[in-house]
């Protein structure tokens, strides 16, 4: 994309060459390169209006559409239309994250390091509140009568875990000062931290016994869920990624302000 | 009640699972010490069990406002160091 289109989307036009000598502050890191510095406003407000509109009338269809009447499900089956997309969804920022890690090994650019992190931030956000509604689902449906809310359903411990491990992400970053330096190491970690996400999310959950469909074969359909909800359930997954992408955007784009004016990208 | 007392050797989970559908597998006919519903589990319960749905589909939105006001707290929070150092829009931000 040329520079002219970003400076208009922008609402910035006919913007003067900035001096050198009032760029002194900006060049004490490695620079960021333009293609990435600036967010395409125009295209994010669209994407954010058509998220929210979207996001309306799946939650709309989630509760309007008649689905068949399973024992023990009952309505909460209503909840594959909102606790699943949020996994979808936190895999979707585990991508995003990574690819930015790998971008920065490449190109040691800061502007890289700062989607990284943002993109395991929200992913987080979105892995924690699928952990919680996946705690109440399970309380209020099959652990009924019992005081149990825990019962170490292995899929459900394995995310614990693998939130735990971008927990010592985010942590790892706090340790280190210089920027340059925490986005080579932080890069290298979060690849690890991805690379375990499909064997943590899927892959061993999928061995054992578990409330979770996954071990007859397919992983979030099983022979009692009706075709019908696959109408609901995929425009959902697109809009909760989209959701994702608008936080995700937003924190991006504070970050990059707070790198221009303190030359550190942490929010 | 542990949660290791409610686990049911292997055997006796498959022929449950035999009996029954996928999802209850762990717990239909398992001989579990039920107790009477809680209050709130009665709530919960209620019309087919749709409120935890409702539950569920709250946890999601307030966890996005918490993050909305985190969002616009650390906004909030460059826009002072902007302020304190003086720092103009001229430049094209």
Redesign the interface.
């Known amino acids: 994309m040329s520079t002219g289109k970003r400076?208009s989307a922008?609402g910035?036009e006919n913007?003067p060459p900035?001096p050198a000598a009032?760029l002194h502050h900006a060049v004490t890191l490695a620079t960021p390169s333009t293609h990435d510095t600036m967010i395409n406003l125009r295209r994010y407000t669209l994407i954010r209006n058509i998220v929210l509109v979207w996001l309306s009338l799946v939650?709309l269809a989630?509760?309007l559409l008649n689905i068949p009447?399973?024992?023990?499900?009952?309505?909460?089956a209503?909840?594959l239309y909102?606790?699943v997309p949020?996994w979808f969804t936190m895999m979707a920022a585990v991508f995003v994250s990574a690819y930015h890690s790998f971008q920065v090994l490449r190109s040691g650019d800061i502007v890289r390091d700062i989607r990284a992190l943002q993109a395991a931030r929200?992913g987080a956000?979105f892995g924690?509140?699928g952990l919680?509604?996946g705690i109440?689902?399970s309380k209020?449906?099959?652990?009924?009568?019992?005081?149990?809310w825990?019962?170490?359903d292995p899929r459900q411990s394995m995310v614990s875990l693998q939130l735990l491990i971008y927990g010592a992400y985010f942590v790892l970053r706090g340790a280190l000062d210089d920027p340059n330096k925490r986005a080579r190491i932080a890069a290298v970690y979060n690849l690890f931290a991805a690379t375990t996400t499909p064997f943590l999310l899927y892959v061993i959950p999928r061995q054992m016994?578990s409330?979770h469909?996954g071990a007859?074969g397919n992983p979030a359909f099983?022979?009692?869920t009706h075709p019908i909800m696959r109408l609901v359930f995929y425009p959902a997954i697109v809009g909760f990624i989209g959701?994702f992408w608008v936080?995700y955007t937003?924190?991006v784009r504070?970050a990059l302000?707070?790198h221009?004016?303190?030359h550190d990208p942490e929010? | 009640m542990t949660a290791s007392e409610l686990m049911q050797p292997a055997e006796l989970m498959q022929e449950v699972q035999d009996a029954s559908t996928a999802y209850d597998s762990l717990w239909a006919g398992a001989s579990i010490p039920t107790q009477d519903l809680s209050g709130l589990e009665q709530v919960m319960l209620a019309h087919d069990k749709l409120y935890v749905v409702l539950a569920v589909v709250l946890i999601i939105w307030i966890g996005i406002v918490i993050l909305l006001l985190r969002n616009d707290a650390r906004l909030a929070s460059v826009e002072r160091i902007m302020e304190e150092q003086g720092t103009s829009f001229d430049d094209g931000l």
């Open positions: 400076t922008m910035v913007t900035v009032e939650l989630a509760f009447k399973i024992n023990i499900l009952e309505h909460t209503r909840n909102f606790h949020m929200v956000f924690v509140l919680v509604t109440v689902w209020f449906t099959w652990y009924v009568g019992t005081d149990v825990w019962n170490f016994d409330l469909p007859e099983s022979e009692i959701m936080l937003q924190r504070t302000i707070k221009r004016v303190t929010l």
